[in-house]
């Protein structure tokens, strides 16, 4: 049974083009909307955030380091998942929403505490839901690093901003030719109500 569900979350061969992901991961499709419909983020916008932080894997930590070898020594932070999003801001997301069973290896979890994460910038510091440049920089520095604007003096972090946006352009391209199939795809949805 375990084997099977590692298969299930398997990574996408290709994460180039959202379409494939989604006909890979249809249910993706699914949670990326309803975070969608409930936070305000762009679904492109979403996708291009979890292609930077894990490339779609669920179980990504940062490296871990070693003394002499082989006596391992703490990781460099807490971050974990889909999403890369470390103990103090998923125990604050947790507060806020609930859900003892949410796991930051649940790609369904992941897209919620981001489209959260990105609602909370938009009040708090008045960012746009439709600027993936700038909510990368809050999602990485933090609200606080965002607005004491530490990242004006780091350009690779700056550079990878610019990539993230530059992603969620291209995914909402290709989603524009192919999010037909997915609104509508099962047995009991019929249009004109898919969403």
Not at 29 to 40: F, H, I, P, R
Not at 83 to 99: C, F, K, M, R, T
Not at 132 to 138: F, Q, T
Request: proline share 7%; net charge positive.
């Amino acid at each position: 049974m375990s084997l099977l569900s590692g298969c299930a979350n398997a990574p996408p061969v290709s994460t180039a083009n959202l379409c494939i992901i989604f006909e890979k991961q249809p249910e993706w499709y699914d949670y990326a909307k309803e975070s969608e419909e409930k936070w305000g983020t762009p679904i492109p916008v979403f996708m291009a955030f979890i292609r930077q932080e894990s490339n779609f894997r669920g179980d990504v930590r940062p490296p871990r380091r070693w003394f002499l070898g082989f006596i391992p020594l703490p990781r460099s932070s807490s971050a974990y998942g889909y999403g890369q999003i470390q103990d103090p801001a998923w125990e604050d997301y947790l507060s806020a929403n609930g859900g003892w069973f949410k796991s930051r290896a649940d790609m369904e979890d992941v897209l919620d505490f981001i489209g959260w994460y990105n609602h909370i910038s938009a009040r708090r510091l008045g960012i746009s839901e439709r600027n993936p440049e700038h909510l990368y920089l809050a999602y990485h520095e933090g609200h606080r690093g965002y607005q004491r604007g530490a990242w004006r003096r780091k350009p690779r972090l700056r550079r990878v901003a610019k990539r993230v946006a530059q992603q969620a352009r291209k995914y909402g391209s290709q989603l524009g030719h192919c999010e037909d199939r997915f609104k509508c795809r099962k047995f009991y949805q019929f249009w004109p109500f898919c969403r």
